[in-house]
C-alpha cells in the first residue's frame, strides 16, 4: 500500500515538469489529493490538491496560474503539472491522501503520505 511520487529533476527558471502521483495496494477514487513540498530548513507547505471527485480545486496563491493538478480515478493516479517554474519552486514535493471524502489543505488534513520528489530549478 503505498504512493509512488515521481517525475522530479532539474530544470531551468521558466521550465516546466509534470508529477504524478499513483497510489498502489488500495484505490483512492474517494479521498482527496494534496501536494505538498518542503524546501531545505523550511516547513512542509501546501501546493495544490484536488478533491475526490475533481469538483474541488485549490492551490497556494504563489503557483496560481502556473501549477495545475489533475487526477484519473481510473488510473488511480494524479498529476501536478508544473510551468513558469521558479528558483523559489525547489523544494521536495510530496503527494498525500485524505481519510476518505476528506478535503484541506493542512498537513493534518491528509493521513497517507507518498515519499518525495526532488524538484530543481536552476540555471
Known amino acids: 500500500v503505498q504512493l509512488q511520487a515521481s517525475g522530479g529533476g532539474l530544470v531551468q527558471p521558466g521550465g516546466s515538469l509534470r508529477l504524478s502521483c499513483a497510489a498502489s495496494g488500495f484505490t483512492s477514487d474517494n479521498d482527496a489529493i494534496g501536494w505538498f513540498r ?20 485549490k492551490y ?17 493516479t494524479v498529476w ?14 510530496y503527494c498525500a491522501a485524505s481519510p476518505e471524502y476528506g478535503w484541506g489543505t493542512s498537513l493534518y488534513d491528509y493521513d497517507f503520505w507518498g515519499q518525495g520528489t526532488q524538484v530543481t530549478v536552476s540555471s
Open 38 to 57: 518542503q524546501a531545505p530548513g523550511k516547513e512542509r507547505e501546501f501546493v495544490a490538491a484536488i478533491s475526490w471527485n475533481i469538483v474541488n480545486t
Open 60 to 76: 497556494v496563491d504563489s503557483v496560481k496560474g502556473r501549477f495545475t493538478i489533475s487526477r484519473d480515478n481510473g488510473k488511480n
Open 80 to 93: 501536478l503539472q508544473m510551468n513558469s517554474l521558479l528558483p523559489e519552486d525547489t523544494a521536495v514535493y
